[in-house]
């Protein structure tokens, strides 16, 4: 899965980079790329998780920002 989703999001977000780590249950995205310059932290967050709400649909979620 967190290759799969490692692919869905760069191909949506054209990404430079993008490191997923962890497990299923609990994972770390780190995402480079030029589409997050001058938006906020929320609005970040919101542009990982929209590719990947398919898959979110039964369990609560939560993003950190570091």
């Known amino acids: 899965m967190k290759y799969k989703n490692r692919n869905i999001i760069k191909k949506k977000l054209k990404l430079h980079k993008i490191f997923i780590e962890g497990t299923e249950k609990n994972i770390t995205i780190t995402?480079?790329?030029d589409i997050f310059m001058n938006?906020?932290?929320?609005?970040?967050?919101?542009?990982?998780?929209s590719p990947l709400m398919v898959y979110f649909?039964?369990?609560?979620?939560s993003c950190n920002k570091y």
């Open 31 to 33: 995402a480079i790329g």
């Open 39 to 49: 938006i906020n932290s929320v609005k970040k967050q919101q542009l990982i998780y």
């Open 57 to 61: 649909k039964k369990n609560n979620h």
